[in-house]
């Protein structure tokens, strides 16, 4: 009789609610301000942006891109972007691998230094530049006997883009690699695998989405810094502007058309980043599953 009480019990006691199971109306309502949110503060300024471009007719948004100007900025910002990112693809997949991998003295200390530029003002680290390589700075005069301009010239805009965009590689490649763990490589090393070969044909090929989808979003970083790269170029038209840097000058000018057109095509490359990284993220989830089954 008292197991039949005891059923009674059960059966009358409330189920725990599920973090899903609330009320359509709370459900449309998160919905709805999710959506005015994204409407306000992403769709519409997007859309602002190609509408002023395109004020005066499609001639005008062409003659933007057809200056001098616009096109030295381009080539900058594209010539940047190829030198900076293979400099942390380097660094971060190197980084990465000796992090997940390895135990070393200074470990923790290596991981936080890769954390820095996340938290440190791109404004900053491009007076940290300055202070170091400028004509008053601790290495200025050095370079400067030398004949090497390394402050208002394209060196310090690569390095100032590599600083802001090194840990975008080397922080998504850790958790992947880590996940994955070492069993991998230490069967084809006892297999009788090199080093290189292991890892040409074991852990390239275990990141390779989350390698290309961290190198997608250090270059669209690069292309698009503005802060550091404004303190160390100099704003020297037609040699030290960026495609950002190129906005500024035209919008203060009052030439909006022109730049609302060369930022259209930073805003369109931005579209196409998403769309590509959406589709690698949806590549990357299914490595880190993978590796998490291992």
């Known amino acids: 009789m008292s197991e039949g009480i005891a059923l009674k019990t059960r059966e009358a006691a409330p189920r725990p609610r599920s973090v899903t199971s609330e009320g359509r109306s709370v459900r449309w309502l998160l919905t709805g301000i999710a959506i005015v949110f994204l409407a306000l503060f992403l769709v519409l300024p997007l859309l602002t942006v190609f509408a002023q471009a395109l004020a005066r007719g499609w001639a005008a948004y062409f003659d933007a891109f ?64 300055v202070l170091v390589f400028g004509s008053q700075g601790l290495f200025g005069a050095f370079f400067i006997e030398h004949g090497i301009q390394i402050i208002f010239a394209v060196p310090g805009i690569v390095l100032a883009t590599i600083f802001v965009t090194f840990p975008f590689i080397a922080r ?26 292991a890892f040409r044909t074991v852990t390239l090929p275990n990141i390779r989405w989350g390698l290309l989808y961290s190198v997608l979003l250090c270059n669209a970083r690069a292309m698009g810094e503005f802060g550091a790269v404004s303190v160390v170029s100099g704003h020297i038209r037609g040699l030290t502007n960026t495609l950002p840097l190129h906005v500024e000058i035209l919008y203060n000018e009052y030439n909006f058309v022109g730049a609302f057109a060369v930022a259209s095509l930073l805003a369109g490359l931005a579209l196409v980043t998403l769309v590509i990284k959406s589709v690698l993220e949806w590549r990357y989830a299914g490595d880190l599953a993978a590796g998490a089954r291992h």
């Open 66 to 129: 057809a200056e001098p100007d616009a096109r030295s900025a381009i080539r900058l910002t594209l010539t940047v972007a190829a030198i900076s990112v293979p400099f942390n693809l380097v660094f971060g997949v190197a980084a990465a691998w000796a992090i997940a991998k390895f135990e070393f003295p200074g470990k923790s200390v290596l991981i936080t230094l890769i954390d820095l530029p996340f938290s440190v003002s791109p404004v900053v680290s491009g007076m940290i530049y």
């Open 172 to 197: 998504e490649l850790i958790p992947l690699m880590q996940e994955q763990g070492t069993a991998e490589e230490e069967a084809a090393l006892t297999l009788g695998a090199s080093g290189w070969h």
